[in-house]
């Protein structure tokens, strides 16, 4: 049991290490990314801090998810509807926590990005109302218990491959347009700090798709990936 909780997780951890020494090369060699302070604290420790969030919260949803389809470890103790509430608010803290940090983050390194405003606001608006579309193409269509994971929890969760909305377009509409959010305040507030990690963010949900996600989607519904985000 214990071989499939943490099957593919020696990838997830190859890789996010990876990552993060990239990152670490890549800041080592633009000494200004870490230009600034906020509240007394350095941009350098702001930028790590925003980097450990998305790790932490990843790293939940893995365990949460593995414990609970191969054990039922919190569904046979506390109930379906209990489990999977106290695991939203976990999850939902940790993702809210990205987007605070990337803020802070944000103000720390103002003014950093050397870019032409049109282009920068160019972006945003390009970017703001496709992630309005994906947020309204979730709660419509694809509904939030969904994307939390209710599969995870409710066997006897079963429901069509979502072909409306975003997903219209794209089977994946969560993981390439909804971390796009996080971008926006690096945009709006031109720091190089901030995009980095917002980046950093994006590849890393990649990540946890083909080494947690997937193939949780596998087990679940036998190689159809009716669930994909």
């Known amino acids: ?46 930028f790590w801090i925003a980097i450990a969030i998305p790790i932490l919260h990843q790293i939940y949803v893995w365990l949460i998810w593995r414990l609970e389809l191969y054990q039922n470890t919190f569904s046979s103790r506390y109930g379906v509807k209990l489990s999977f509430k106290l695991y939203t608010i976990g999850f939902s ?13 944000a103000l720390s390194n103002q003014n950093s990005l050397l870019i032409n405003p049109s282009l920068v606001y160019l972006l945003v608006a390009i970017i703001s109302p496709i992630v309005i579309y994906l947020f309204y193409s979730v709660k419509k269509y694809f509904t939030i218990e969904r ?17 409306r909305g975003i997903f219209r377009f794209t089977d994946n509409g969560m993981y390439i347009f909804g971390l796009m959010i996080l971008y926006l305040p690096g945009l709006l507030l031109f720091s190089s700090a901030a995009l980095t990690v917002a980046l950093f963010n994006h590849i890393y949900i990649w990540i946890h798709y083909f080494c947690t996600e997937r193939p949780d ?9 009716k669930q994909k985000l």
């Open 1 to 46: 049991m214990m071989k499939k909780i943490f099957s593919y997780q020696i990838w997830h951890l190859s890789s996010v290490i990876i990552l993060i020494i990239i990152t670490q090369l890549f800041i080592t060699n633009n000494n200004s990314l870490m230009n600034g302070t906020l509240w007394g604290i350095s941009t350098k420790i702001w």
């Open 93 to 105: 803290i940790l993702f809210v926590s990205r987007l605070i940090f990337i803020v802070i983050l």
């Open 147 to 163: 994307a939390y994971g209710i599969d995870h929890f409710d066997k006897n969760y079963n429901e069509p491959f979502e072909k």
């Open 217 to 225: 989607m596998k087990v679940i519904y036998g190689g159809t990936n």
